[in-house]
């Protein structure tokens, strides 16, 4: 009710971005991101300086809510429902010296946390300082108590002068309200196009903000020249610790089934693509930083289809329908900037967008050449709503496992040749359509799905999932019968040697 009104009736400052409806971090990052960007661009400097509150939640007084709610015109009936909420909040202490032991304390600052109100009030009181009259050139950016002030100009001297104005407005709004500044947790980042420029000195509440090339703001690392590379590199070492945690939990093979696989990759997925939309053009300009995503993505990926470690990554990402993560991130920028009306495109469009440069890749791909022999509608494969995979349609879609040929191209075994039959080669393509050991298990699958053939077989498992599940049962018969002869053979071969 009350974030009703106070959204309607202009209550809030636009600086403020937490626990807002429809804001997210990602908008406060974007907001300090996009005005750094102009100034860069219009060859100009520009310093970010990060406030930190000493116990901002429980130290602020209550008072000064209820000065600012009756501010912004609060209706009385929604002052006295908080006023008795105040009242309330009242600890009892044990005390030896009152005659009952006990003794009565009202608690008489701090918003109340945990509550849903809570964030809102405190919104509401710490208003004045992101409306405080700072001088030009200058901006602050509140997410709930983490503050950000900023100043740009053309000279060191401009953004020093600005900056320091701005620190003294504001941390006199913030006193004003009982709150203290932990001045020795600020940090400054100082963003700037040219070289061999002089760092403003930054003074807060007497002491000096040191300048670093990174600080963190809101879970993100923002560096000086806005590329984030620091950043990304972060989050692939996170997502890395992520996956190793949970694939312990995870056995490899003939564990949890296909969908509970993905679980996986989208955690991890979502832990390296916090604040995407913020940073996701970086990795346009760098394959290193890319690859340091596309390395932890894949391997997640490839747990999900319990793949060999040798599969191509664009064969990965087609065989368990997931795209490269640095398109993902993309399309959440894409996604963010549809959701905040700073574009014409649609959602449809900008899906369509990924899909049309994850087809572009694939067809580049050089690697991977089986699957894509089966496979040639990747976007009907990716789209499809049924089939999932596991440990041995992946190899068999992928030639990647209990095949001579590829056992032999690894050198685990001398030569390509099949252990079922004559054939001086094993490998996907014999074991599905020419093994002569496996007649009976074709003969079923063909009753399933009708004449058995390379080019159309995918299709035919799209279309239904009789037709899948056919195929993802000869994949499982065979391919069980050639890892026990494997292993016996590996067996016998190591005692003889013996
Ligand atoms: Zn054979």
């Known amino acids: 009710m009350l974030e009703r009104h106070l959204e309607s009736s202009q209550g809030l400052a636009d600086e403020q971005y937490g626990f807002r409806k429809g804001r997210s971090t990602e908008d406060a990052i974007s907001a300090l991101e996009s005005t750094a960007n102009a100034a860069l661009g219009k060859y100009e400097l520009c310093v970010a300086v990060s406030l930190d509150i000493r116990n901002s939640f429980n130290s602020i007084g209550w008072d000064h809510i209820k000065t600012a709610l009756q501010k912004c015109d609060v209706p009385e009936y929604l002052l006295q429902t908080f006023q008795a909420y105040f009242k309330e909040r009242s600890a009892t202490l044990a005390h030896s010296h009152s005659a009952t032991g006990q003794l009565e304390i009202n608690i008489t600052c701090g918003v109340p946390q945990g509550s849903v109100v809570g964030p809102t009030l405190w919104n509401v009181a710490y208003d004045r300082v992101l409306r405080a009259q700072c001088p030009e050139s200058t901006k602050i950016i509140g997410f709930a108590d983490d503050t950000l002030v900023m100043a740009f100009g053309k000279t060191t001297e401009d953004v020093e002068r600005r900056i320091n104005e701005a620190l003294e407005v504001v941390a006199e709004e913030i006193s004003i309200l009982g709150l203290s500044l932990a001045t020795e947790k600020s940090e400054a980042v100082f963003f700037k196009r040219q070289y061999k420029k002089r760092k403003p000195t930054i003074r807060l509440n007497g002491a000096d903000v040191p300048i670093t090339k990174t600080m963190r703001y809101l879970g993100l690392t923002i560096d000086e020249k806005l590329k984030f590379r620091e950043h990304i590199k972060e989050a692939a070492k996170k997502g890395q610790r992520v996956l190793t945690s949970l694939k312990r939990l995870m056995p490899d093979i003939g564990g949890p089934t296909e969908p509970r696989r993905r679980l996986l990759v989208s955690v991890v997925q979502s832990v390296m693509l916090y604040g995407a939309p913020i940073w ?123 095949f001579s040929y590829y056992t032999h191209r690894i050198g685990k075994k001398e030569e390509p040749n099949c252990r079922h039959c004559p054939s001086t080669l094993d490998n996907a393509h014999h074991t599905l359509v020419e093994c002569r050991a496996w007649a009976a298990e074709r003969e079923e699958l063909e009753a399933e799905i009708g004449q058995l053939n390379i080019g159309s077989l995918i299709g035919k498992m799209l279309s239904n999932t009789q037709a899948w599940e056919a195929v993802s049962a000869f994949a499982k018969r065979t391919m069980k019968q050639k890892e026990a002869l494997e292993r016996a053979q590996q067996l016998e071969e190591r005692n003889m040697t013996n």
């Open 280 to 402: 996701a053009t970086s990795l346009e300009y760098s394959k290193v930083i890319r690859r340091e995503l596309l390395k932890v993505q894949r391997q997640a990926v490839l747990r999900s289809i319990c793949g060999y470690r040798t599969i191509s990554y664009d064969t990965t990402y087609i065989l368990a329908s997931t795209p490269p993560i640095d398109l993902i991130a993309m399309e959440r920028r894409k996604l963010f900037q549809i959701r905040r009306g700073l574009t014409r495109k649609t959602v449809q469009e900008a899906k369509g967008d990924t899909m049309v440069e994850w087809l572009q890749r694939t067809e580049d791909a050089k690697k991977g050449e089986w699957t894509r022999t089966l496979i040639h509608d990747v976007r009907g494969w990716v789209m499809r709503k049924h089939g999932s995979m596991d440990f041995h349609l992946t190899q068999v879609l992928s030639g990647h496992g209990c």
